[in-house]
């Protein structure tokens, strides 16, 4: 019984094809972790009087057209005069979160200078901000109550007029010159001696 051939040894490794698939998943999924980290925006809070048409995961942050974020989650503020709205702002935009930023809600306003926010009949009503860079960043925001008057960084001719009487004027009344409208109440206030 000695004449049976002695048996062939092979140095058997711990390495198998088979874990090959959850390594790459593995890093796959660290890969899209990390993408996910690096591209997160920061996360805000802007306090609304109203939350009238604001909806979390669709309501959207606009500056010029673009959207630079989202509304995320939407609760009564703690003294329940008004509701807070969290919003995730994209990360290229988180260095115009300063004290200076506005936000206001864009909706559908009728007045005697005219009808503005139509385009929310059918999309929606969406968050406006009028980002300011600073140096150091905020968190929490006040919005306006009303869309803030044109900016004097705009070009054209800005004047200050001082009247006695207010009249029929209102922010956003258009200004005539022969019959042709050249410009647009921006705003208006009492004068320093409170009579004009």
Excluded: C
């Excluded at 200050?160 to 921006?186: C, H, M, N, W």
């Amino acid at each position: 019984m000695s004449d049976l051939p002695s048996p062939k040894k092979h140095k058997t490794s711990n390495w198998s094809a088979i874990w090959v698939l959850p390594l790459v998943a593995l890093a796959i999924g660290a890969w899209l972790a990390w993408r996910a980290f690096d591209q997160a925006g920061v996360d805000i809070q802007v306090r609304f009087e109203s939350g009238d048409g604001i909806q979390a995961n669709k309501t959207e942050v606009l500056y010029k057209g673009i959207s630079v974020g989202k509304v995320t989650d939407l609760h009564v503020s703690k003294d329940i005069k008004g509701v807070v709205a969290t919003i995730e702002i994209k990360k290229e935009a988180q260095e115009y979160l300063s004290k200076d930023t506005r936000f206001w809600l864009v909706k559908p306003r009728v007045s005697l200078a005219g009808v503005t926010g139509l385009e929310t009949l059918v999309s929606g009503v969406y968050i406006a901000v009028d980002p300011v860079k600073g140096e150091k960043e905020e968190r929490y925001f006040t919005a306006l109550k009303e869309p803030p008057p044109l900016s004097d960084k705009l070009p054209g001719l800005h004047l200050t007029l001082k009247a006695d009487r207010l009249g029929s004027l209102e922010q956003g009344s258009p200004v005539f010159y022969r019959q042709i409208q050249v410009g647009q109440v921006k705003s208006f206030q009492l004068g320093d001696d409170q009579r004009t």
